[in-house]
Nanobody, 126 residues
Framework: VQLQASGGGLVQAGDSLRLSCKAS????????LAWFRQAPGKEREFVAG????????AYHDSVKDRFTISRDNTKNTVYLQMDSLQPEETAVYYC????????????????????WGQGTLVTVSS
């Protein structure tokens, strides 16, 4: 599975941005999908994930009320709608996929995923 993230850019604090991640190579309907981010000098952290069936979602506590993850299996794409962005959320955002048979499983850690995209940079100015 190849993952191509897009949609990053420079925005001001309080603005919104929508990231997309297009998968190719095989259908991702059997995969949990997620977004992680990595700020300079920091470890990669889980932002949001969605189960293979779209039944379950999970979010980092800091983004729960502002970010929304969704998927469109017909387009082999996962999205991350980010609202009210803050400067401390400046980071490279990565999409990732995990093959799983469980319809509600969303791994919360880096080690839980098999495939990674190249990342898209989100810069939030104050």
């Amino acid at each position: 599975v190849q993952l191509q993230a897009s949609g990053g850019g420079l925005v001001q604090a309080g603005d919104s941005l929508r990231l997309s991640c297009k998968a190719s190579g095989r259908t991702v309907s059997g995969y949990a999908l997620a977004w992680f981010r990595q700020a300079p000098g920091k470890e990669r952290e889980f932002v949001a994930g969605i189960s293979r069936g779209g039944v379950s979602t999970a979010y980092h506590d800091s983004v729960k009320d502002r970010f929304t993850i969704s998927r469109d299996n017909t387009k082999n794409t996962v999205y991350l709608q980010m609202d009210s962005l803050q400067p401390e959320e400046t980071a490279v955002y990565y999409c990732t996929a995990k093959s799983t048979i469980y319809p509600t499983y969303v791994p919360p850690t880096v080690a839980g995923y098999d495939y990674w995209g190249q990342g898209t940079l989100v810069t939030v100015s104050s």
